[in-house]
C-alpha cells in the first residue's frame, strides 16, 4: 500500500511539530540550567562550611568527617553530571533543529505535487510568509540563545573543577592537625596566586644554597604530581642499557624499571628532616617543581620552573653539591608569554628521564630538551603549549633509543616518540576519542611483547612501543585522570576518582575485574609481590589481590597521597602532602614500620640509591641515610 502526497505532507509536518517542541524543550531546559547554576555557588555550600566550622571545634570528630567527605563527594559527582548533561542537551537541540529542518524541506517540495493546492489545509506555522519568517527568526534566536548558555554553563563548571575541592589538612588549630575540607573560593584562589607569584619572584631572586642549611617554612597548597612508570619484570629501554645498570641507578620516575619497584635493600627506616636526624644533606632548590628526582651514577637530576626560566640542575647525590645547571631558553617555538597553570601544577611537574648518555626534561610550556651528563645541550624543540588549565605533567620515560611523550590535552590526544640523540621524530600516533590527561606513559614487557599503555578518559589503551600502532584498549575511565597505570602479572591496573580500578588483561583489552572503593586522584597504583596497593588523595591506603580485588588490609590517615608508592627493602614507601612518610611492611596483612617525617610539605616520590633516600619537599631536596 503506497503513501500518498497528502498523508507524506502531514507526516512529515507532525514530524516537523514534534522536533520543533523536542528542541523547544532542550532550549528552555539549557537556559534554565545556566540560570540556575550562575544563582548558585557550588563552592559556597552552606552546609559544608558549617561541617567544616564544626570539625574547626572539635577536629577529633571521626563521623564528621565522614559527614564532610560524603557531601564533597556529592559536589564532585554533581560537578561531572552537570558536564555531561549540558554536554549531552547541546546535542540534542543540534539533532532536534537539523530535524525539524530536513521535515520542513521535505513537506515543501511535497506541496509542488498536487494539482489542488488550495484542496491542502493550509498551516499558518509552516505555510504563511510572515508567520514563517517569525518563526525562523524567534527560533533561531532561542536556538542561539540556548547553546550560548550551554557553552557559558560548561565553561562556568570548568571553574569549579572537582580538584579545588581537595581533603587537605589544615595547620591553624595549634599544632592539632585536623583533617578538614579545604574550601577554596574565587577570591581565596586569587589571593593564593598573588601570594605564589611574590614566592616565585622571591625564589628567582635568591641563590643556590649549600647543603645542610635551614629551611624556611612553605604556604599550604595542594601539589598535584602526574606520574610516569614503565615495566615489571624485563623492562624495554635504550639500547645498550642493561637491566641490571637500570637497577643499579634510578633513571625513571618510580624506580629503574618505572613499576615503583626500587630493588634496593638496607632502606633508611628513621629521620627527622626538622631536627636534622640521619639527613646527610640538604640543598634549597632554585626553582620550583613537582617532578621527584632521578639519579644515574652519582648524578642526580631534577628541574625546576617559574614566569622567569624554565631549568635542570644536576647535584652530587654524595654531596649535595650543585653541579650544573642548565636554562630551557631559545627554543623555536617557546611561547614568549607563560601559560595559565595551576599552583598545585605549575611548569615543572613532568620527572625528567635519563639513559646514562644524556637527560630529557619536559616543561609546561611544551618545550622538550636534551643535555649530556655534563650539562651540554643536545637538542631541544617545542611541541606546541599544551592546551591543559592545570598545567603540562606526564612524565617522559625512553623505550629503546626512543623518548615518549604522552601529550593529551583539551585540543586532542597523541602519544609521540623523538629519537634520543637527535631528536628527530621517529613516530607519533592520535588518540582519536581520547581527552585530556595528566597521566604519564607506562612500558611493560608482557612475556610475548613490549606494551605501551597509556590512561586516560575515557580509555586504556595500548600502543606498540616501536611503531605507534594501538593494539588494544578498553573504555573504563572518566573524569580528570591523573594516575598512571600498574602492571603485574600481564594484569594492567588502571584507575581514577570517581571512575573505576579496572584490571584489564594486556593480552586483549579484557577488563577482569573492577571496584570502586578507594580510588586515587594522582597517586598510581603499585603492584608487585602478589599484592596491589592504593593510595587516596583523602588519606586511604588500601591493599589487594590483585587477581581477584579481594581487600586484605585498608588505612585512614590525617593527609592525602599525591605522590606514589614505592617497594623497597620488603616495605612500602609513601609519602603523604604533609611530608611524612608512612614505611609499611608489603604483606597481607598491616604492619607499620615507622612514619618519619620530612618537615615541610611534599608531593614528590622517593628515589633510592646505595642505602640512601631522596626526597623532594616543596622547598628543598633532602638526603637521608644512616
Given at each position: 500500500?503506497?503513501?500518498?502526497?497528502?498523508?507524506?505532507?502531514?507526516?512529515?509536518?507532525?514530524?516537523?511539530?514534534?522536533?520543533?517542541?523536542?528542541?523547544?524543550?532542550?532550549?528552555?531546559?539549557?537556559?534554565?540550567?545556566?540560570?540556575?547554576?550562575?544563582?548558585?555557588?557550588?563552592?559556597?555550600?552552606?552546609?559544608?562550611?558549617?561541617?567544616?566550622?564544626?570539625?574547626?571545634?572539635?577536629?577529633?570528630?571521626?563521623?564528621?568527617?565522614?559527614?564532610?567527605?560524603?557531601?564533597?563527594?556529592?559536589?564532585?559527582?554533581?560537578?561531572?553530571?552537570?558536564?555531561?548533561?549540558?554536554?549531552?542537551?547541546?546535542?540534542?537541540?543540534?539533532?532536534?533543529?537539523?530535524?525539524?529542518?530536513?521535515?520542513?524541506?521535505?513537506?515543501?517540495?511535497?506541496?509542488?505535487?498536487?494539482?489542488?493546492?488550495?484542496?491542502?489545509?493550509?498551516?499558518?506555522?509552516?505555510?504563511?510568509?510572515?508567520?514563517?519568517?517569525?518563526?525562523?527568526?524567534?527560533?533561531?534566536?532561542?536556538?542561539?540563545?540556548?547553546?550560548?548558555?550551554?557553552?557559558?554553563?560548561?565553561?562556568?563548571?570548568?571553574?569549579?573543577?572537582?580538584?579545588?575541592?581537595?581533603?587537605?589538612?589544615?595547620?591553624?588549630?595549634?599544632?592539632?592537625?585536623?583533617?578538614?575540607?579545604?574550601?577554596?573560593?574565587?577570591a581565596e584562589q586569587e589571593s593564593s596566586e598573588i601570594k605564589e607569584e611574590a614566592i616565585v619572584e622571591e625564589q628567582a631572586q635568591g641563590e643556590t644554597e649549600t647543603p645542610k642549611e635551614v629551611a624556611t617554612d612553605q604556604q599550604e597548597t595542594s601539589a598535584?604530581?602526574?606520574?610516569?612508570?614503565?615495566?615489571?619484570?624485563?623492562?624495554?629501554?635504550?639500547?645498550?642499557?642493561?637491566?641490571?645498570?637500570?637497577?643499579?641507578?634510578?633513571?625513571?620516575?618510580?624506580?629503574?624499571?618505572?613499576?615503583?619497584?626500587?630493588?634496593?635493600?638496607?632502606?633508611?627506616?628513621?629521620?627527622?628532616?626538622?631536627?636534622?636526624?640521619?639527613?646527610?644533606?640538604?640543598?634549597?632548590?632554585?626553582?620550583?617543581?613537582?617532578?621527584?628526582?632521578?639519579?644515574?651514577?652519582?648524578?642526580?637530576?631534577?628541574?625546576?620552573?617559574?614566569?622567569?626560566?624554565?631549568?635542570?640542575?644536576?647535584?652530587?647525590?654524595?654531596?649535595?653539591?650543585?653541579?650544573?645547571?642548565?636554562?630551557?631558553?631559545?627554543?623555536?617555538?617557546?611561547?614568549?608569554?607563560?601559560?595559565?597553570?595551576?599552583?598545585?601544577?605549575?611548569?615543572?611537574?613532568?620527572?625528567?628521564?635519563?639513559?646514562?648518555?644524556?637527560?630529557?626534561?619536559?616543561?609546561?610550556?611544551?618545550?622538550?630538551?636534551?643535555?649530556?651528563?655534563?650539562?651540554?645541550?643536545?637538542?631541544?624543540?617545542?611541541?606546541?603549549?599544551?592546551?591543559?588549565?592545570?598545567?603540562?605533567?606526564?612524565?617522559?620515560?625512553?623505550?629503546?633509543?626512543?623518548?615518549?611523550?604522552?601529550?593529551?590535552?583539551?585540543?586532542?590526544?597523541?602519544?609521540?616518540?623523538?629519537?634520543?640523540?637527535?631528536?628527530?621524530?621517529?613516530?607519533?600516533?592520535?588518540?582519536?576519542?581520547?581527552?585530556?590527561?595528566?597521566?604519564?606513559?607506562?612500558?611493560?614487557?608482557?612475556?610475548?611483547?613490549?606494551?605501551?599503555?597509556?590512561?586516560?578518559?575515557?580509555?586504556?589503551?595500548?600502543?606498540?612501543?616501536?611503531?605507534?600502532?594501538?593494539?588494544?584498549?578498553?573504555?573504563?575511565?572518566?573524569?580528570?585522570?591523573?594516575?598512571?597505570?600498574?602492571?603485574?602479572?600481564?594484569?594492567?591496573?588502571?584507575?581514577?576518582?570517581?571512575?573505576?580500578?579496572?584490571?584489564?588483561?594486556?593480552?586483549?583489552?579484557?577488563?577482569?575485574?573492577?571496584?570502586?572503593?578507594?580510588?586515587?586522584?594522582?597517586?598510581?597504583?603499585?603492584?608487585?609481590?602478589?599484592?596491589?596497593?592504593?593510595?587516596?588523595?583523602?588519606?586511604?591506603?588500601?591493599?589487594?589481590?590483585?587477581?581477584?580485588?579481594?581487600?586484605?588490609?585498608?588505612?585512614?590517615?590525617?593527609?592525602?597521597?599525591y605522590g606514589s608508592a614505592i617497594l623497597a627493602d620488603g616495605k612500602i614507601y609513601i609519602m603523604d602532602m604533609s611530608g611524612k612518610m608512612h614505611i609499611i611492611k608489603m604483606a597481607k596483612e598491616f604492619e607499620l614500620v615507622a612514619e618519619p617525617e620530612l618537615g615541610e610539605k611534599a608531593a614528590s616520590t622517593p628515589a633510592f640509591s646505595d642505602g640512601r633516600i631522596y626526597l623532594r619537599g616543596f622547598e628543598?631536596?633532602?638526603?637521608?641515610?644512616?
Open positions: 500500500m503506497s503513501i500518498s502526497v497528502k498523508d507524506k505532507i502531514n507526516i512529515s509536518r507532525a514530524i516537523a511539530w514534534f522536533s520543533a517542541l523536542f528542541s523547544l524543550m532542550i532550549c528552555v531546559l539549557l537556559i534554565a540550567n545556566y540560570l540556575q547554576f550562575k544563582s548558585v555557588d557550588p563552592l559556597e555550600s552552606k552546609a559544608l562550611n558549617t561541617l567544616v566550622e564544626r570539625l574547626k571545634d572539635n577536629p577529633q570528630d571521626e563521623a564528621l568527617k565522614e559527614d564532610i567527605r560524603a557531601l564533597d563527594l556529592l559536589i564532585r559527582k554533581a560537578y561531572f553530571t552537570s558536564q555531561w548533561q549540558v554536554r549531552t542537551g547541546a546535542y540534542m537541540l543540534i539533532f532536534g533543529v537539523i530535524l525539524f529542518t530536513l521535515a520542513v524541506r521535505y513537506r515543501n517540495s511535497l506541496k509542488s505535487k498536487l494539482d489542488e493546492l488550495e484542496g491542502i489545509e493550509k498551516d499558518p506555522f509552516l505555510d504563511k510568509q510572515l508567520a514563517r519568517k517569525w518563526v525562523i527568526y524567534a527560533g533561531g534566536g532561542l536556538f542561539t540563545l540556548a547553546l550560548v548558555a550551554g557553552f557559558l554553563s560548561f565553561n562556568s563548571l570548568e571553574e569549579y573543577s572537582p580538584k579545588q575541592l581537595a581533603l587537605t589538612d589544615s595547620n591553624d588549630n595549634a599544632g592539632n592537625n585536623p583533617e578538614v575540607i579545604q574550601i577554596t573560593t574565587k598535584v604530581q602526574k606520574e610516569t612508570e614503565k615495566p615489571t619484570s624485563k623492562p624495554a629501554v635504550s639500547e645498550g642499557v642493561t637491566l641490571a645498570e637500570l637497577k643499579k641507578n634510578y633513571p625513571f620516575f618510580r624506580g629503574p624499571q618505572g613499576n615503583g619497584v626500587a630493588w634496593k635493600t638496607n632502606t633508611p627506616e628513621n629521620w627527622d628532616g626538622a631536627t636534622g636526624e640521619n639527613v646527610l644533606w640538604k640543598v634549597k632548590t632554585p626553582k620550583h617543581g613537582y617532578n621527584s628526582p632521578i639519579i644515574w651514577g652519582d648524578k642526580l637530576f631534577i628541574s625546576g620552573a617559574d614566569k622567569t626560566a624554565r631549568q635542570v640542575y644536576c647535584y652530587d647525590r654524595n654531596t649535595g653539591a650543585l653541579l650544573w645547571q642548565a636554562n630551557a631558553d631559545n627554543i623555536p617555538g617557546s611561547p614568549a608569554k607563560m601559560p595559565n597553570v595551576t599552583e598545585d601544577t605549575g611548569l615543572a611537574a613532568p620527572t625528567m628521564a635519563t639513559n646514562g648518555n644524556a637527560v630529557f626534561a619536559i616543561f609546561g610550556t611544551g618545550d622538550l630538551i636534551s643535555f649530556d651528563m655534563n650539562g651540554n645541550r643536545l637538542w631541544a624543540k617545542n611541541l606546541g603549549v599544551p592546551d591543559n588549565h592545570y598545567g603540562h605533567s606526564s612524565s617522559l620515560v625512553i623505550y629503546k633509543d626512543k623518548l615518549i611523550v604522552q601529550y593529551d590535552t583539551n585540543k586532542g590526544g597523541k602519544v609521540m616518540a623523538f629519537n634520543t640523540a637527535s631528536g628527530e621524530p621517529a613516530w607519533e600516533t592520535i588518540r582519536s576519542g581520547v581527552r585530556i590527561s595528566w597521566a604519564s606513559p607506562v612500558l611493560v614487557d608482557t612475556g610475548n611483547q613490549d606494551q605501551l599503555i597509556l590512561n586516560a578518559e575515557p580509555l586504556v589503551a595500548s600502543y606498540d612501543p616501536n611503531t605507534g600502532e594501538e593494539l588494544w584498549k578498553a573504555e573504563c575511565m572518566m573524569g580528570e585522570v591523573g594516575p598512571s597505570v600498574g602492571y603485574t602479572d600481564g594484569i594492567a591496573y588502571a584507575a581514577n576518582e570517581y571512575a573505576t580500578l579496572a584490571a584489564i588483561d594486556v593480552s586483549n583489552g579484557e577488563i577482569l575485574w573492577e571496584d570502586n572503593e578507594y580510588l586515587p586522584e594522582v597517586s598510581s597504583p603499585l603492584a608487585a609481590d602478589g599484592l596491589l596497593v592504593i593510595a587516596t588523595s583523602y588519606g586511604v591506603l588500601a591493599c589487594y589481590d590483585p587477581k581477584d580485588g579481594t581487600k586484605y588490609w585498608e588505612q585512614e590517615y590525617n593527609d592525602g597521597f628543598n631536596l633532602y638526603c637521608i641515610g644512616k
